[in-house]
């Protein structure tokens, strides 16, 4: 089984429609929304669950006034300063970490378990998915993507799915970075905007820094084709493919308003451009497939290699 | 006062209302030029300065406490490994190991031991740069290391930089979860950028929904707006939220950004659109001050 991330560094450059695109070109996957802090993957696949767990992410502390002696021994060893003047925690400073239980003379302090949120096993159009939903400033997004993963490991094995397709998170923290580690293939999409290369760059650090094989696809590329241009140079460089370069188009808005992947929605089209941009997406996804099978071969596939100078 | 510019979805356009309102606040060819400080708190992916071009020095490393385990005293009774909520200690039948990336500073370790055997040392999360000498706006920006989970505790670190008698701008990373209530936690206004798409609506009531759990004044920006539907619109209609300021779906805008050139500087008509909005936010302020008496 094979695994694949789509990650960007930056927000709002196409990975979910990218993502949500493969999903109706990919014959064999399972569909993993990964950005668990703002899913939106399921607004275009409209998944039906199958099973729902809740989350249970870092526990909080909770102080008994009862019991409390106002010694302050908690304020004190708190490094994150959640336990204000009246002696209440405070959930959304709390880190979980269970110091002030141990430094309590008089047993007021117990750790809380607390749904952080939800995560889903479902099906849709294109096969099944794994996704979740993170409550209102959740702490532990990482570990929430992990049992996203876990889920979308499951669901392959139970239907026989040789593929997980995982749509990540935008940054470089620890959300992204549960959504990379141990997989075969991330592929980023970049724009060639100053902050597009920039967060390109450090994305690609990370994913070095975790030695996962990395290609590069650069979308809205003609907004500005001297940027597109430094982002080829650096990627040569860097020894990193390209697989492809995607014009921008407004199709992709309108696909989205229609609640509909873009291959969905220019399939039949008449419109030249309409058909030209979904067979450009098709050829990137063939390409990423033909990587895919090569990633173990490291003579044809391509190899991780260590960072020159950033 | 303390203006937060948050949204759900990444690439609605903070980056480009932060340093537009900051530009347009610290223009000294105006008569109402503020004492303006910038913080770029999307330190896994910091953006503000390659807009503004500034000199950067360090000012801090933000760093995490972490133990060393002396293995002569250790006499592995696997309290440290039992109590860590991390995993970032696992006990062998013949030491204890520590994974540093997995830690996050609580102490609790060297409080617990019996043996007196965990000293503490710091590892770096990142550092706190600021520009150079006096530039206007001031800045400040973190940047987490590469390969590094703690975003909260450098953006804490940066929020420290706040001076409370000036007006500070901080550009929050997108989401909603730890690192935005890191940004935005005790910030006085949020402004919420959004597009008026099917993502970008969804993740606006996501955001929504952590800005009035933190109980902070908010309102709308519209970015790109033409492009999508009126969705957003009729939304912050039902809810009363205020729409501060729509800023077109603009080629020019769109290009200027990918060039790295906040767009106030080649389009001066637009300071005066954001100095707008920052009376309209204070006037939204003094009418929630009015309804607390």
Redesign the interface.
């Given at each position: 089984m094979k695994q694949l991330t789509v990650i960007s560094g930056k927000g709002g450059t196409g990975k979910t429609t990218l993502t949500a695109a493969f999903a109706s070109l990919a014959k064999n996957a399972v569909i993993a929304d990964c950005d668990v802090d703002t899913a939106d993957m399921h607004l275009i696949l409209k998944p039906e669950i199958l099973e729902k767990e809740d989350y249970y992410g870092f526990e909080v502390a909770r102080i008994d006034p009862e019991l409390c002696i106002e010694c302050r021994k908690c304020r004190e060893f708190c490094r994150y300063g959640a336990v204000n003047e009246n002696f209440e925690v405070d959930p959304y400073g709390c880190e979980g970490c269970a110091v002030c239980t141990i430094v309590c003379p008089n047993g007021a302090v117990s750790m809380e378990q607390r749904v952080s949120g939800q995560s889903f096993s479902s099906e849709t159009r294109f096969g099944p998915m794994a996704h979740a939903k993170l409550g209102i400033g959740e702490e532990a997004s990482g570990k929430l993507v992990s049992a996203v993963r876990s889920n979308a490991k499951k669901l392959a094995e139970q239907y026989h799915k040789d593929l997980i397709i995982i749509d990540g998170p935008p940054g470089t923290g620890c959300s992204t970075i549960a959504a990379i580690t141990g997989t075969d293939l991330v592929l980023v999409v970049s724009e060639p905007t100053v902050s597009g290369i920039h967060d390109l760059k450090r994305i690609i650090e990370l994913a070095v820094h975790f030695m996962i094989p990395t290609v590069v696809c650069i979308n809205k590329s003609d907004i500005n084709e001297e940027n597109t241009q430094l982002i080829e140079n650096f990627c040569a460089e860097q020894e990193i493919p390209v697989i492809g370069r995607l014009p921008y188009n407004d199709i992709v808005t309108k696909a989205m308003l229609q609640e509909q992947t873009l291959i969905e929605y220019t399939k039949g089209s008449e419109c030249l451009n309409e058909s030209e941009f979904s067979d450009q997406v098709c050829q990137i996804w063939a390409r990423v497939e033909n990587i895919l099978m090569g990633v173990q071969d490291k003579q044809k596939g391509i190899k991780t290699l260590k960072m020159k100078n950033l | 006062m303390k203006i937060a510019i948050a949204s759900?979805?990444?690439?609605?356009g903070k980056?480009t209302v932060s340093l537009n309102l900051a530009l347009s606040l610290s223009d000294v060819q105006l008569d109402v030029q503020l004492d303006v400080q910038l913080f770029d708190c999307?330190v896994?992916?910091p953006?503000c300065n390659?807009?503004l071009g500034f000199d950067l020095e360090k000012v801090e490393d933000v760093v995490c406490?972490v133990p060393v385990i002396d293995q002569e005293k250790c006499n592995i009774c696997r309290q440290c490994s039992d109590?860590c909520?991390?995993n970032a200690l696992a006990a062998l039948p013949t030491r204890v190991l520590f994974f540093p990336s997995l830690c996050?500073?609580?102490?609790?370790c060297a409080?617990?031991c019996p043996e007196k055997a965990i000293q503490e040392t710091h590892r770096s999360l990142g550092v706190i740069e600021k520009a150079k000498g006096k530039s206007s706006p001031e800045f400040y920006r973190g940047l987490?290391n590469?390969?590094?989970?703690?975003?909260s505790a450098v953006i804490k670190a940066l929020k420290k930089h706040i001076d409370s008698r000036k007006t500070a701008i901080l550009d929050a990373?997108?989401?909603?979860?730890?690192?935005?209530?890191a940004s935005v936690?005790d910030v006085d206004y949020c402004v919420l950028v959004t597009e008026s798409?099917?993502?970008g609506f969804?993740?606006l009531k996501?955001a929504v929904?952590?800005v009035r759990?933190?109980k902070v004044p908010f309102g709308v920006i519209i970015n790109r707006w033409g492009?999508?539907?009126s969705r957003v619109e009729e939304y912050c209609k039902a809810e009363g939220i205020p729409v501060l300021l729509k800023i077109p779906n603009d080629l020019r805008i769109?290009?200027l950004?990918?060039?790295?050139i906040p767009f106030v500087r080649e389009m001066p008509e637009w300071k005066e659109k954001f100095l707008d909005m920052f009376e309209a936010i204070k006037l939204q302020l003094a009418g929630v001050e009015e309804e607390i008496t």
């Open positions: - | 759900g979805k990444g690439g609605t980056t999307d896994e992916e953006n390659l807009f406490p109590f909520r991390y996050h500073g609580c102490g609790g409080v617990l987490l590469i390969g590094e989970t703690m975003t990373p997108p989401g909603t979860s730890c690192p935005v209530i936690d798409t099917l993502f969804h993740d996501l929904g952590v759990a933190l492009l999508g539907d769109a290009e950004y990918s060039r790295g």
